[in-house]
């Protein structure tokens, strides 16, 4: 049977999201049992499989505008495509107005951050690894969804646990230019590098953008291999979705 999580936060009503676990799913081996990515070297037809159980167990209004994720920070509206592309399209985060579309990312230890405004009437999917969250990817989120930052929440779903995210000097450094407050984020190993948390990464950078209504984390995708897909704990894996759609008429200005 298809599991998942459904986000903690106050969000209004007409706001559905949901972040996927490994269970439930066709495919086999190192993609067991519900990996979404078709780019991971799974079989397509286990894929599709899962997909439709997705979309069946959550009731979504629609195909989810799956994307070609590249560590940038790119933005697809997805209330302008409405029609699946023949091809996935490449962006590292979406936002839609209204009902009838579906964001989504895929992570496998890089964090998703989900957006909606207080209102209820659009919200938004970012894939943040550190290169997506040092790029920018949530302030190109946070402007393409078009509403004042006060007026957004946040929820930080299923991503790497700072006792296993193990990075460079170059990585901190990228960090400490966004702001002096991401030091404290960074704890230095035996190895002389870096654990990085990127749940406080994330808040730090959310707090900078004028967003103060920040959910979620906690999670540790390397740890629990029961639960969590995780690249860094087995490379050859699968991909969990985190999904935010809105249910009912549009709302709001488009």
Same mark, same amino acid.
């Given at each position: ?16 999201a ?29 894929v599709?499989?899962n ?23 790119d ?9 699946t %592309? *023949?091809?996935? +399209?490449? =962006?590292?985060?979406?936002? $839609?107005?209204?009902?009838? !579309?579906?964001? @989504? ?33 949530l302030?190109?989120t ?5 509403? %004042? *930052?006060?007026? +957004?929440? =946040?929820?930080?779903?299923? $991503?790497?646990?700072?006792? !296993?995210?193990e @990075? ?10 966004l702001g ?8 230095r190993?035996?190895?002389g590098r870096?654990?990085a ?38 490379s ?8 935010v ?10």
């Open positions: 049977m298809v599991d998942w999580i459904t986000p903690d936060w106050p969000a209004p009503p007409t706001v559905k949901a972040a996927t676990l490994r269970s439930g799913g066709a495919s086999e081996g190192a993609f067991s049992s519900l990996n979404l990515g078709l780019h991971v070297g799974d079989e397509p037809a286990a599709a499989e997909r439709q159980r997705l979309k069946a167990a959550l009731g979504v209004p629609a195909e989810p505008m799956w994307l070609n994720q590249v560590h940038g920070i933005v697809v509206d997805v209330s302008a495509e409405r029609a %592309p *023949p091809a996935p +399209l490449t =962006a590292d985060a979406s936002v $839609a107005r209204g009902a009838g !579309a579906v964001c @989504v990312v895929m992570t496998a230890d890089c964090l998703p951050v989900l957006f909606c405004d207080r209102t209820g009437s659009r919200v938004g999917a970012a894939h943040a690894g550190w290169r997506g969250l040092a790029g920018g990817v302030g190109a946070i402007k393409s969804l078009g509403v %004042p *930052p006060s007026q +957004l929440m =946040a929820w930080l779903g299923p $991503a790497i646990e700072q006792a !296993a995210f @990075v460079g000097d170059e990585v901190r450094e990228a960090f400490l230019k002096a407050d991401n030091a404290t984020a960074f704890q190993n035996e190895r870096w654990q948390d990127l749940y406080q990464l994330a808040r730090n950078e959310l707090a900078r953008l004028g967003v103060t209504a920040v959910y979620g984390g906690g999670f540790e995708c390397f740890a629990d291999n029961k639960r969590f897909f995780s690249y860094r704990r087995e050859r894996t699968g991909r969990m979705a985190t999904l759609w809105l249910e009912g008429p549009a709302a709001g200005p488009a």
